[in-house]
C-alpha cells in the first residue's frame, strides 16, 4: 500500500509569518503527481497546489509554493504571508497511474493574530 | 454553478438501520469516488467509480455499496448501519486529463447511535 506521511498533526504561525508543512511518501514510480489540500472549518476540501514529479520547477500559487524533493520523496508546503483565513487543516495527498488518491493524517495549522 | 453537492450534510440514524448518502456533480466528471474521513487516519477510500455501471472497492468497502447508474449521481448505501460507521463522508469527482485532481462535496456528518 502506498504510504503519505505527515509528521506534524499540529502547527502554529503567527500572522505575516512564513511557515512550511512537511510531506513524504513512498513509491517505486517515476512519474506520480502530489497535492495539497486545505480543509477550513466549513470541512470544504480545497485544493490549494499541484505538482508532477516529472516537473523539475517547484509549483508556485499566489502565497503557497511547494519544495519538491523527488530524490528525497518529499513534498512541504510552503505558506508566506500567513493569513488568519489561512486556519485549517492541510492534507498532502499522492497519485500514481490510475485515478486512486493516498491522503496524509493531516496538518492542523493555527495562525495566530 | 452547483459543481458537487451531497445530501443529507447532517445525519443521525440508529444501529442496524439501512442509509443513503448522496451525491452528485455537474461537471460530468468520470470518476467519482467515497471516502470517510476520522481522526488520525485522514481520507480513506471506500469505493470509486470509472464511469456509470463501473465500480471498484477502496481501502475500506466493507459494509458498505455503492451503484453508479448516470455519471452524475453517485449514492452510497450502508446497509445495515455500525457505530464504526461514525465518521464523515466526502464524495469527490475527478478528470481524466491533466493531473486528475478531485474535487470534494461539503461532506455528510453520520452519526450512528
Known amino acids: 500500500a502506498q504510504t503519505v506521511t505527515q509528521s506534524q498533526p499540529e502547527m502554529s504561525v503567527q500572522e505575516a509569518e512564513t511557515v512550511t508543512l512537511s510531506c513524504t511518501y513512498d513509491?517505486?514510480?517515476?512519474?506520480?503527481?502530489l497535492f495539497w489540500y486545505k480543509q477550513p472549518p466549513s470541512r470544504q476540501m480545497i485544493l490549494v497546489i499541484r505538482?508532477?514529479?516529472?516537473?523539475?520547477q517547484n509549483a508556485t500559487e499566489n502565497r503557497f509554493s511547494v519544495n519538491f524533493q523527488k530524490a528525497a520523496k518529499s513534498f512541504s508546503l510552503k505558506i508566506s504571508d500567513s493569513q488568519l483565513g489561512d486556519t485549517a487543516m492541510y492534507f498532502c495527498?499522492?497519485?500514481?497511474?490510475?485515478?486512486?488518491?493516498?491522503f496524509g493524517t493531516g496538518t492542523s495549522l493555527t495562525v495566530i493574530p | 454553478d452547483a459543481g458537487i453537492t451531497q445530501s443529507p450534510r447532517y445525519k443521525i440514524t440508529e444501529t442496524g438501520r439501512q442509509v443513503t448518502l448522496m451525491c452528485h456533480q455537474t461537471w460530468s466528471h468520470s470518476y467519482m469516488f467515497w471516502y470517510r474521513q476520522d481522526l488520525g487516519h485522514g481520507l480513506r477510500l471506500i469505493y470509486y467509480?470509472?464511469?456509470?455501471?463501473?465500480?471498484d472497492k477502496g481501502e475500506v468497502p466493507d459494509g458498505y455499496v455503492v451503484s453508479r447508474s448516470k455519471t452524475e449521481n453517485f449514492p452510497l448505501t450502508l446497509e445495515s448501519a455500525t457505530r464504526s460507521q461514525t465518521s464523515v463522508y466526502f464524495c469527490a469527482s475527478g478528470r481524466v486529463t491533466g493531473y486528475h485532481e478531485q474535487y470534494f462535496g461539503p461532506g455528510t456528518r453520520l452519526t450512528v447511535t
Open positions: 513509491t517505486s514510480e517515476s512519474n506520480y503527481y
Open positions: 467509480s470509472a464511469a456509470a455501471d463501473i465500480t
Open positions: 495527498a499522492f497519485r500514481e497511474t490510475g485515478n486512486q488518491f493516498y
Open positions: 505538482q508532477e514529479a516529472y516537473k523539475q
